[in-house]
């Protein structure tokens, strides 16, 4: 059974950092594209980064660029990202997912390129 399981999640004032973690099982973790989404109330899941743990390709939105960082940590199945300068508009519940592709620049953003998701996680940045 493939299973996702963030946590790190939480509040933090405006301006500080937080690291995710997303760690996977159920499936051969080398094969797969990690990615995170997030979600804020009345928009649409949007993606925020992805991993592919195969040759360790990375994407990010431009609103996060130079501001999270993805990397992954194959020996623990286990996938972070690491949220500085944190601002209130990142506010949402984020999401990991996997998928079993080879990942491209044009797939990774799409909510409906992953086959798995896990619960989320609150992130509340106050201002």
């Known amino acids: 059974e493939v299973q996702l399981v963030e946590s790190g999640g939480g509040l933090v004032q405006a301006g500080g950092s937080l690291r995710l973690s997303c760690a996977a099982s159920?499936?051969?973790?080398?094969?797969?594209?990690i990615g995170w989404f997030r979600q804020a109330p009345g928009k649409e899941r949007e993606g925020v980064s992805c991993?592919?743990?195969?040759?360790?390709?990375?994407y990010y939105a431009d609103s996060v660029k130079g501001r999270f960082t993805i990397f992954s940590d194959n020996a623990k199945n286990t996938v972070y990202l690491q949220m500085n300068s944190l601002k209130p508009e990142d506010t949402a519940v984020y999401y990991c997912?996997?998928?079993?592709?080879?990942?491209?620049?044009?797939?990774?953003?799409?909510?409906?390129?992953?086959?798995?998701w896990g619960q989320g996680t609150q992130v509340t940045v106050s201002s």
């Open positions: 159920g499936f051969t973790f080398d094969d797969y594209a």
């Open positions: 997912a996997a998928v079993g592709v080879w990942m491209t620049q044009a797939l990774w953003g799409d909510y409906n390129t992953y086959d798995y």
């Open positions: 991993v592919s743990s195969s040759d360790g390709s990375t």
